[in-house]
């Protein structure tokens, strides 16, 4: 077998200097004495060490999609659950940044920034204030709901029925409204369709494809349960 190619690292070894003065010297950039310079060079003549003039490939993209939530928003965490098989179909990575009580969306979204995500979804009202243009033009945004049942606790400690005196509905139709003890009336959003849109844009416009509805509504529907009921008579 032939002998290994000489590195950067076998000529700074053999001349006793750094591997950052090898390079200067090889790439006859500023910084290194006559003296090292010529000693350096010797060494990497009598190695047989070439400099590796092939270009260097562009950096590939991570191909993940950073998601800002509401800890407070049980919808957002049925979202959340949606967008991780949606992103899978299409080949990414999703990476996740609570906005909490104490940490607001714009610390959420620098967070994801930081971690080089290729386009943003925003869960609940956009944050778009110091985001940069590029991340705010690919975000895609959800709409923020929040379970009604505490809407309930209220009436019933004052002593009010619910649906007897008072009908409640919610909004979103989260697993929480859908507890047996919670039984919530509410409008119901389809998550599903909705994750699926948010990531196929999002893809979209990642990859310059043309897209004709700039905005969709996903249609929500109406689910009856037992927090509303007909007025009572009288």
Known sequence: MPD????????????????????????????ASAATRERVLAVADELGYRPDTRPVPPAQPQRLLGVVFGVQHA?????V?????????????????AATPGRDGRR???SLLQDRCEALVLLGPPVTDGVPGRARRTAARGRRGAVRNRAVDVLRTAGRTVPGDVSVV???DSRLARLSHVDLTTIAQDA??????????AVARLEGTEVGEREIVVAPHLVVRGTTAPPAAG
């Open 4 to 31: 290994r190619r000489p590195t950067l690292a076998d000529v700074a070894a053999r001349a006793a200097v750094s591997t950052a003065l090898v390079s200067i010297v090889v790439r006859e950039a500023p910084g």
């Open 75 to 79: 919808f957002h965490g049925d979202l």
């Open 81 to 97: 659950g949606g967008l991780y098989p949606a992103a899978e179909r299409v080949g990414y990575e999703l990476a996740l940044s």
């Open 108 to 110: 959420a979204i620098g």
């Open 170 to 172: 919610g909004f979103d």
């Open 192 to 201: 599903t369709a909705m994750t699926e849109l948010a990531v196929t844009r």
